[in-house]
């Protein structure tokens, strides 16, 4: 059973502060990388994708990516209050056409 | 459509009736996938079509749980003879391109069985 592990929070940081959200894969083959924002009886969207090593920047997300160590990492900087929600680590399946979702951790910013 | 809309947003069924939820994707993309979503977990995966062909249906629960797309992009994810533990929320998602691409997903149907 491939596996996507994500530390299920509450993950509080205070407003400007950096959020860190970290995910490990089971699949060693996987080739891409999604994290998801899912609000509150929303669906997700779709924050920052990342398929080679090291890091990608996108305002204030960057997404890193290490396969040696099958970790994806989600980094928030200046965190505010309507970044609250839950992230969701995703990652593509080498042995269909699945895409294999974490349970997600739940982020507080409190203002 | 500006995006994938799926309907119905809400649907009540007693144990033991059929239901089917739909799922427009957004125009052109040829990838459709559907999943399951239960309170407090991430969605889990059911199946996925390209165009028209089923590819994968490993994630459908039991053989009450059918999906279609008959002709390349609506869809219909159809549960026979619901049971309590089918209450969830079923969302869609589409890509324009094959897999591994970033997905768009709809609102989802919140799906509950008395």
């Known amino acids: 059973q491939k596996e996507v592990e994500q530390n299920s929070g509450p993950l509080s940081v205070p407003e400007g502060a950096i959020a860190s959200l970290n995910c490990t894969y089971s699949?060693?083959?996987?080739?891409?990388f999604f994290w998801y924002r899912q609000y509150s009886g929303k669906s997700p969207e779709l924050i920052m994708f990342?398929?080679?090593?090291g890091d990608k920047e996108d305002g204030r997300f960057t997404a890193q990516l290490n396969k040696a160590s099958q970790y994806v990492s989600l980094l928030i900087r200046d965190s505010q209050p309507s970044d609250s929600a839950t992230y969701l680590c995703a990652v593509g399946d080498t042995g269909g056409f699945k895409t294999i979702f974490g349970a997600g951790t739940r982020l507080f910013v409190k203002a | 459509g500006a995006g994938v809309s799926q309907s119905p947003r809400y649907k009540v069924a007693k144990r033991g009736q059929d239901v089917a939820l739909r799922c427009d994707p957004i125009?052109?993309?040829?990838?459709l996938f559907w999943y399951q979503q239960a309170l407090g977990q991430g969605p889990e995966f059911l199946t996925y079509f390209q165009n028209e062909a089923q590819l994968d249906k490993s994630g459908l629960p039991s053989d009450r749980f059918f999906a279609e797309r008959p002709e390349g992009s609506v869809s219909t994810l159809k549960i026979q003879r619901t049971q309590q533990e089918d209450s969830a929320v079923y969302l869609c998602?589409?890509?324009?391109?094959?897999?591994?691409?970033?997905?768009?997903f709809g609102d989802g149907t919140r799906l509950s069985i008395l």
């Open positions: 998602a589409s890509t324009p391109g094959l897999i591994n691409q970033p997905q768009h």
């Open positions: 125009s052109g993309h040829v990838s």
């Open positions: 990342i398929y080679s090593n």
């Open positions: 699949d060693r083959g996987s080739q891409s």
